[in-house]
């Protein structure tokens, strides 16, 4: 009998060692693992970034945890979108919906199809023309560059200016350096909550990703482009091959994804040019330059 008593200590000590190995090898192993949460997070802020490839791993990473979260689906169709792959984004919207049921997904669905549709519409108006390549254009004010200057920066070399005014916009998440001349003088040019200037960066980064001026005291990309400008100036100065009886409302696209866009709207005429990630809008109205609005981290 003692000896069965032994022998029936002996199995339950093993069979508890095995149990407390077991649990190791199991907390072990999901130890370097993150969470659903943590990969959406990850994802989301990849998105932000512009860092599609690692978005769409991250987000891969979260549907393989949870093949019905909603969030995950949408930011990995948003993150082939931005590599232009739309097709591969609508094929994930559709797994998705299949899985979920989900009408934000659905919406999406229904918002990149309007969006194909819309292009398909246009795609006559769409011109290669590799010349895009070579025009004049950064995306650069005076010292400070768009996507890479920091608000500090912004804030030193402007603190000088008689008009100079920062601050937290926006329930306090946008930094801005700026100047709104209609606050001072009522009375001038300016409309009311007009910027004469305006720098600003999300506070989480401090990255500038927006600038607007109607102030010509700015020299602009790099080629001394100022407001003010006459139209054939301004087209001389970014040697664009385009006269300004040429400007029709075309969309001049090169190989690598440059594109130079020209509107007409109400008298103005509106030119864009973007190299997929940053873009430049110049407004033109009685031939001359009124505003320019430098905008970066856009889908195109």
Same mark, same amino acid.
């Not at 190989?255 to 110049?282: R, W």
């Given at each position: 009998?003692? *000896? /069965?008593?032994?022998?029936?200590?002996?199995?339950? @000590?093993?069979?508890?060692?095995?149990?407390?190995?077991?649990?190791?090898?199991?907390?072990?192993?999901?130890?370097? &693992?993150?969470?659903? *949460?943590?990969? /959406?997070?990850?994802?989301?802020?990849?998105? %932000?970034? %512009?860092?599609?490839?690692?978005?769409?791993?991250?987000?891969?990473? !979260?549907? =393989?945890?949870?093949?019905?979260?909603?969030?995950?689906?949408?930011?990995?169709?948003?993150?082939?979108?931005?590599?232009?792959?739309?097709?591969?984004?609508?094929?994930?919207?559709?797994?998705?919906?299949?899985?979920?049921?989900?009408?934000?997904?659905?919406?999406?669905?229904?918002?990149?199809?309007?969006?194909?549709?819309?292009?398909?519409?246009?795609?006559?108006?769409?011109?290669? @023309?590799?010349?895009?390549?070579?025009? %004049?254009? !950064?995306?650069?004010?005076?010292?400070?560059?768009?996507?890479?200057?920091?608000?500090? %920066?912004?804030?030193?070399?402007?603190?000088?200016?008689?008009?100079?005014?920062?601050?937290?916009?926006?329930?306090?998440?946008?930094?801005?350096?700026?100047?709104?001349?209609?606050?001072?003088?009522?009375?001038?040019?300016?409309?009311?909550?007009?910027?004469?200037?305006?720098? #600003? @960066? +999300?506070?989480?980064?401090?990255?500038?990703?927006?600038?607007?001026?109607?102030?010509?005291?700015?020299?602009?990309?790099?080629?001394?482009?100022?407001?003010?400008?006459? $139209?054939?100036?301004?087209? #001389?100065?970014?040697?664009? +091959? /385009? #006269?300004?009886?040429?400007?029709?409302?075309?969309?001049?696209?090169?190989?690598?994804?440059?594109?130079?866009?020209?509107?007409?709207?109400?008298? =103005?005429?509106?030119?864009?040019?973007?190299?997929? !990630?940053?873009?430049?809008?110049?407004?033109?109205?009685?031939? &001359?330059?009124?505003? $320019?609005?430098?905008?970066?981290?856009?889908?195109?």
């Amino acid at each position: 009998m003692k *000896e /069965l008593n032994k022998k029936g200590i002996i199995i339950a @000590a093993v069979l508890v060692i095995a149990l407390i190995i077991a649990v190791l090898v199991f907390m072990f192993s999901q130890g370097g &693992k993150k969470s659903l *949460e943590e990969y /959406l997070d990850l994802g989301s802020k990849y998105l %932000q970034e %512009q860092d599609y490839d690692n978005a769409i791993a991250a987000f891969t990473e !979260a549907l =393989k945890i949870d093949d019905m979260s909603v969030d995950a689906y949408l930011g990995l169709a948003d993150a082939y979108v931005g590599k232009g792959d739309v097709d591969k984004a609508i094929e994930i919207l559709e797994t998705g919906y299949e899985k979920t049921g989900d009408e934000r997904i659905q919406a999406r669905l229904d918002e990149l199809g309007d969006n194909i549709n819309s292009l398909s519409e246009t795609n006559s108006r769409i011109i290669d @023309a590799d010349w895009v390549d070579s025009l %004049q254009c !950064a995306f650069v004010v005076d010292n400070i560059t768009l996507g890479e200057s920091n608000i500090t %920066q912004a804030k030193d070399a402007y603190e000088g200016k008689n008009d100079y005014k920062s601050n937290l916009m926006n329930d306090d998440t946008c930094d801005t350096v700026y100047s709104m001349p209609y606050v001072d003088n009522p009375n001038s040019e300016y409309e009311d909550m007009a910027f004469g200037y305006l720098f #600003s @960066a +999300p506070v989480e980064t401090g990255i500038i990703n927006h600038i607007k001026l109607t102030d010509s005291s700015f020299s602009c990309l790099m080629c001394d482009v100022r407001i003010g400008d006459t $139209l054939e100036n301004f087209l #001389s100065k970014i040697k664009c +091959p /385009l #006269s300004e009886s040429e400007l029709n409302d075309y969309e001049y696209l090169s190989s690598t994804g440059n594109a130079f866009i020209i509107n007409h709207d109400s008298g =103005k005429i509106i030119l864009e040019y973007s190299d997929g !990630a940053k873009a430049i809008y110049c407004t033109f109205e009685n031939n &001359k330059l009124k505003f $320019l609005v430098f905008d970066y981290h856009l889908n195109y």
